[in-house]
């Protein structure tokens, strides 16, 4: 029998089965319909069944039904393109972008160098109950606190601009404004080292100087602050030109972006041999308003609870050069720092539910294929990570997808279980600590940022006269 048969089959099935319901209920109750009543039982609803089924039906067919491809115009081709590809070739070329590290300045409660905070971690120190610091409860605060001569700091700033005293009536920025002169001072001295071979006849030095402060800082202050940082002891004009620039920043990740940035500027730079970068920030939250801040919003550090984070305080600068610059200064033993590679979780690390370090290891993937470094070239892991289980368990789950060959406890160093929390520089004080692994072990060190909530951010530090096995793939 044909389809159509059987749709008119179905249709007279459908009425006649209808009708005799319709009428034998009429005939039971011995009603006697009028005309509405016959064209509404015995019409319109066979009709509406039936058309009820065949919408139904068209409605299922559609959805079983595979989406037709829809026909696309086809667009220019990119390779006909002269600047579509030289801006292709051109990101090509400067992902591939490294900056060489002349030297590291860090001081926070792990140590006064990174030799120190690597050791303290080694040692697996940890942050104590600090009795000048309590809680509502009256209870010491956990904090990682740096070993400071606040009576030498008050007088070192007497004589600082009103605006700045202004500033320093802040406990936290009094504090970190004294860490980063300790940070400042060994970096001048050896600028200024750096100037004195130079041939006058080569032209002066370009010192740029960035000055990574945290965000909640106004920038009302940021003159003054400029004003103090041309005080310290940087070669005479006659030798280098300065550049200071003051740049906000809210996160880890924000930092080394900041970084980031650094290295593609300075290899765009047309004459990179009289350049000098010095990238240096300051933080401390280990102050009582500080403390009273944190337990206010994001809760403090207890035995009762271990997943809060613990107050912290440092200061970084790292001394870049690039290569040409390296060159003419004769400097052979510097590290390389490739370019930052970062990411953002969908969701927050504490929003519940199984943690895993998917994300960080596709970073890491990806960060081992652009760079052409082999995983296991790869001896040691430096990062940020604290005491907190989430994050441990992440920043281990990804480093054991991309680098199973590392040992956790003593390759894979996590300056934030010593130092705590120093956001927005934790990403960089692992970043110095990660350049003297490398020049240490003699072989590329990973450095990893997982402080905050979701950001990610990684990169690779290489030692001098490294190469890898394999060219980095031309994409």
Known sequence: MSANALRIVGVVLTIA????????????????????????????LPLALIGGYWLLRFSIDRLKA???????????????????????????????????VVETFVVAAGGASADEILAAVEASKRPEPVPELVDAAGFPVF????????????????????????????????????????VLRPACEMIGQLAEPA?????????QLFCLLPAAWKDSYFA???????????????????HIQIIPVASDVDALRQVDATILEANREEDGSRLLILVAGAMSTV?????????????????????????GEGAVAILFAPEAACARLNLTECVAVSRVA????????????????????????????????????????????????????????GLDTALPHLDPLKDCPA????????????????????????????????????????????????PAGFSPASEPPNT
């Not at 041939?199 to 010192?207: D, T």
């Not at 009273?292 to 271990?306: C, K, N, Y």
């Not at 072990?441 to 997982?450: E, F």
């Open 17 to 44: 089965i209808v009708w005799a319901l319709v009428l034998g209920w009429w005939q039971s109750n011995d009603h006697r319909p009028d005309s509405e009543e016959l064209a509404l039982y015995l019409l319109a």
């Open 66 to 100: 595979k989406p037709e491809n829809e026909a696309v115009a086809p667009g220019p081709v990119a390779d006909a393109d002269p600047l579509a590809l030289a801006r292709a070739k051109t990101a090509a070329a400067e992902r591939l972008f490294s900056l060489p």
């Open 143 to 182: 904090a990682a606190a740096a070993e400071l001569d606040l009576a030498a700091a008050a007088e070192a700033f007497a004589d600082s601009p009103p605006g700045l005293r202004k500033l320093l009536e802040r406990d936290d920025a009094l504090r970190a404004l004294w860490l980063l002169d300790q």
């Open 199 to 207: 041939e006058p006849s080569s032209g002066k030095l370009k010192l």
């Open 224 to 242: 003054d602050l400029r004003s103090w940082l041309q005080l310290f002891d940087w070669p005479p004009g006659e030798m280098a030109e300065l």
């Open 287 to 311: 102050t009582r308003d500080s403390v009273a801040e944190r337990e206010a919003t994001v809760g403090l550090f207890s035995p009762q609870d271990q997943e809060r984070s613990i107050p």
């Open 342 to 397: 970062h990411a953002v979780r969908d969701k927050s690390l504490h929003a519940g539910g199984r943690i895993r370090g998917v994300l960080i290891g596709e970073l890491l993937a990806d960060l081992l294929k652009v760079s052409g470094v082999a995983a296991e070239d790869i001896k040691a892991a430096v990062v940020d990570t604290d005491h907190r289980s989430a994050h441990s368990t992440e920043m281990l789950e």
């Open 415 to 462: 300056t934030g279980t010593v130092n705590a929390c120093l956001t927005p520089l934790g990403g960089l004080l692992a970043l110095a600590c990660a350049c003297h692994r490398a020049r240490v072990d003699q072989a590329p060190t990973l450095c990893l940022s997982n402080q905050h909530d979701r950001e990610r951010a990684a990169l690779l530090v290489r």
